[in-house]
């Protein structure tokens, strides 16, 4: 044994030596100390080594490396800049180390290779790759870039333009897709891997292959003349601008290191690459996306919880057709799990069973499914108007129209037509659970599931437990979110659950903008350069005003001391007027449908007339600061409330719950990390600032104590 470590060993057999990744305490492979620290020491090892004239790289783990330990990383990642800059000195010298070696290397790449274990692989001189396996750069997700010789070896090795493709959209890559630009040098059925890079490692040392020539292309300086780098590099920075608005530096910043380092040979590109990594990681994009993949993590630590302890539900059935029960039983089926889809009404199944046929449609369209996978998928979907096949049922949600008598009445009749086991679930978004439980025979066997619209897009689900929901019930709807895709977050009953109880303060603050005068556009506008993918008045848009009216109200009879609007607001002149949003074709903007049916908003005259009549001042320009607090000043206030309530378990879940269910902007983390970014004693000062708009501008206690302590919902 050349050399044994905690994350891999190095064993060399007639000269050949293995380096095998297999962390022993571990489910999988990843880049933490501990694993640069052995790292470091096999290079070095393998670099004095007098008898090895070749090297094997595996993992002996079903993933090669999954990517970085990001809750360490992220600790790093506040020490000082020049503490940074050592420490990552030397985790890149032990893949230089083995750049450098004098002898021809091939990675055997199995699962996933993410991140810094692509940099790892990029380290060696060639590649094999098992067909079913994974690489790429997932960095700029997290608010970063690849720090690790990534933005340095990947374009040498496969041109500059896709290299930038590859790091700025952060997707992994099938094998099929590495081969065809050469990030890979062979692609290989599982169970030949080994054996295939084995044969390529002993072909290179008899010289059939130029490993010298490819340790000299990696380490040398791109081959672009300077025409080509200027229109590569800035024609993709244009393209990535465009693409993130400007909201996300990682890709740009990566862009530009990669420019500068474009003449420059491997040891001084990697200096190059250091520095920009740096700048980012101390950004505070970086340190909110981060955030989002820590909560991601622990949501994912709750699901598995749940998972022990939930029943398997092998039928579904869905209560109401139409859009959002055609969408549910959709989403239900596209996953393997039949389900019924019941409704009073034929032409709502057809609606129903159209909204499904549609979903798999695109399906087939996009290539992701061929004919014979989308009738599998639609026969899960059996539709009926009667009870008759409901006593095999694990589960019924219910989808009916958004009226507490009407689901009231519902719930009771699936009751006596279900097993006593079976989990009935609500899809209501804002009516109290508790309330449409008090009269069930089996109210621990209920609770709330929310899901979002459109279902097969938004990937958020709201478990709403009730005073008696079971954690039986709660754990096996949870775990069914799980099956369909979603990610599930379990919050305590209260009007409007977590997510629309914390986005109407952010509509009071709009509409109070309009009655003092502001241009809905200009607030579109401003909300939009903020982060949101849509501005609040094009948002009524297409939520429909009668839905925002009806949540409103719900709201408005929960919380009458703050959010109970006096006065005429002008949702409520469009909704007097049927200007519905975008099913009426008119709300704040006009709609009409393109040649794909899909509806374009124009800028309308007659429902600026329309706002003029709750504008008693008349029209007032506000700059943008303003906008911007008014909105998400009573937005943080409510989710502070919120999680004081105990609604959700903890910041983690209330910031996802406002990142997936309304496209909070992620760079700046959710509501609650976007107060600690501010500080909450700016929040508070703001918050003053406009105390006479109401009580929803004015912060907590706790907020307040926060404030004069200098605490933060999350560790900085």
């Not at 004919?371 to 539709?383: D, Q, T």
Request: with cysteine; proline share 4%.
């Amino acid at each position: 044994m050349l050399y044994e470590g905690s994350r891999l060993s190095v064993e060399v057999t007639d000269g050949i030596a293995v380096l095998c990744f297999d962390a022993r305490d571990g489910s999988v492979n990843k880049f933490d100390q501990a694993t640069i620290d052995d790292l470091n020491a096999a290079a070095k090892a393998l670099a004095e080594a007098s008898d090895v004239k070749g090297l094997l790289v595996k993992s002996a783990k079903p993933a090669f490396i999954v990517g970085a330990d990001i809750m360490e990383f992220g600790e790093r990642f506040k020490a000082p800049e020049d503490e940074m800059k050592r420490w990552m000195a030397d985790a890149n010298r032990m893949f230089s180390t083995i750049e450098d070696l004098d002898f021809p290397s091939v990675t055997a790449i199995n699962g996933m290779a993410l991140g810094g274990g692509l940099e790892m692989c990029l380290a060696t001189d060639y590649r094999v790759m098992g067909e079913k396996a994974q690489i790429g750069f997932p960095e700029t997700q997290l608010g970063i870039y690849p720090g690790f010789g990534g933005t340095v070896r990947a374009p040498r090795l496969i041109g500059a333009d896709n290299a930038i493709e590859w790091i700025a959209d952060g997707k992994p890559r099938r094998a099929d897709k590495a081969f065809a630009v050469g990030m890979v040098d062979a692609v290989v059925a599982e169970d030949e891997l080994e054996a295939a890079a084995r044969d390529l490692l002993d072909r290179a040392i008899a010289g059939e292959f130029d490993w010298k020539a490819r340790k000299a292309e990696k380490t040398a300086p791109l081959k672009l003349n300077q025409t080509e780098a200027a229109m590569t590099f800035e024609t993709s920075k244009g393209y990535v601008l465009g693409q993130t608005k400007g909201q996300y530096p990682a890709p740009i910043e990566a862009i530009e290191r990669m420019a500068k380092a474009a003449g420059m040979g491997r040891d001084a590109a990697i200096a190059e690459e250091t520095e920009g990594f740096i700048k980012l990681a101390k950004t505070s994009e970086a340190r909110a996306l981060i955030q989002i993949f820590l909560n991601d993590q622990l949501i994912k630590k709750k699901g598995k919880k749940y998972g022990k302890i939930a029943h398997t539900i092998e039928q579904a059935a869905v209560l109401g057709a139409g859009i959002m029960g055609g969408g549910i039983a959709y989403q239900s089926a596209s996953k393997g799990v039949p389900i019924l889809m019941k409704d009073i009404k034929d032409e709502a199944i057809e609606q129903g069973l159209d909204e499904a046929s549609k979903h798999f449609a695109k399906g087939v369209e996009r290539g992701k499914l061929d004919a014979r996978k989308m009738a599998e998928g639609l026969s899960r979907i059996r539709p009926t108007l009667n009870y008759g096949d409901f006593g095999n049922v694990d589960a019924v949600i219910e989808a009916v129209v958004e009226n507490p008598k009407v689901k009231k009445a519902v719930l009771a009749e699936t009751e006596e037509a279900v097993s006593e086991n079976t989990i009935l679930a609500s899809n209501t978004s804002s009516i109290s659970i508790n309330t449409l439980a008090a009269d069930l025979k089996r109210p621990q066997n209920f609770l709330g599931m929310h899901f979002f619209n459109p279902v097969h897009k938004m990937p958020l689900v709201e478990v709403i437990k009730g005073e008696k929901s079971s954690e039986e019930a709660i754990a096996t709807i949870v775990d069914y979110a799980h099956r369909l895709g979603k990610t599930p977050i379990v919050v305590n009953d209260c009007p409007g659950f977590l997510v629309n109880r914390i986005l109407f303060p952010y509509f009071f603050g709009f509409q109070q903008l309009i009655t003092d005068g502001a241009d809905f556009a200009k607030i579109d506008k401003v909300m939009e350069k903020f982060g949101w993918p849509m501005g609040p008045a094009y948002l009524s848009d297409v939520v429909g005003m009668d839905t925002s009216q009806h949540v409103e109200e719900v709201l408005a009879e929960g919380y009458p001391d703050r959010m109970s609007i006096k006065g005429k607001s002008s949702l409520d002149v469009m909704v007097e007027n049927d200007r519905l949003g975008q099913k009426s074709g008119a709300g704040y903007y006009k709609y009409e449908k393109d040649k794909k049916g899909r509806p374009n908003k124009t800028q309308d005259d007659k429902a600026y007339e329309l706002v003029a009549t709750v504008q008693k001042d008349g029209q007032k320009d506000f700059d943008g600061d303003e906008i911007v607090d008014r909105m998400m000043i009573p937005m943080i206030i409510e989710a502070a409330r919120a999680l004081e309530e105990g609604i959700a378990e903890t910041p983690n879940e209330v910031d996802m719950g406002l990142i997936m269910g309304l496209g909070f902007p992620p760079f700046r983390g959710g509501a609650l990390k976007y107060a600690d970014a501010q500080g909450l004693a700016t929040v508070c000062d703001k918050a003053d600032r406009y105390s006479h708009l109401g009580t929803l501008y004015e912060p907590t206690a706790r907020m307040r104590d926060m404030a004069a302590n200098g605490e933060t919902y999350y560790a900085q």
